[in-house]
Nanobody, 115 residues
Framework: QVQLVESGGGLVQPGGSLRLSCVAS????????MGWYRQAPGKERELVAD???????NYLNSVKGRFTISRDNGRNAVYLQMNSLKPEDTAVYYC?????????WGKGTLVTVSS
């Protein structure tokens, strides 16, 4: 069993920054990749970014150049640094991990970008 716990969401003004953190616990050896998804009201959940244990990252086109995903394998953690935030980035952000084909999800953290 894998548990994923997110933190770091909140309210930020347009142009601001936030850093999301996710820590994995449980039977996590082999969890790969880890990443972040988001779901805005009335929209489907979408992949924002993911990263392999070797550090290969993949990003949603609309966040490239603004968001950076990183991973600390020793701490079983994945981070999402979000800069130049826009109102359209407002969503619940979910941490995700794949363990041998099984998807695990955190409960989500709300990010609101508004003036």
């Amino acid at each position: 069993q894998v548990q994923l716990v997110e933190s770091g969401g909140g309210l930020v003004q347009p142009g601001g920054s936030l850093r999301l953190s996710c820590v994995a616990s449980g039977t996590i050896v082999g969890i790969n990749p880890m990443g972040w998804y988001r779901q805005a009201p009335g929209k489907e959940r979408e992949l924002v970014a993911d990263i392999t244990s070797g550090g290969i990252a993949n990003y949603l086109n609309s966040v490239k150049g603004r968001f950076t995903i990183s991973r600390d394998n020793g701490r079983n953690a994945v981070y999402l640094q979000m800069n130049s935030l826009k109102p359209e980035d407002t969503a619940v952000y979910y941490c995700n991990g794949n363990l041998f084909g099984t998807e695990y999800w955190g409960k989500g953290t709300l990010v609101t970008v508004s003036s």
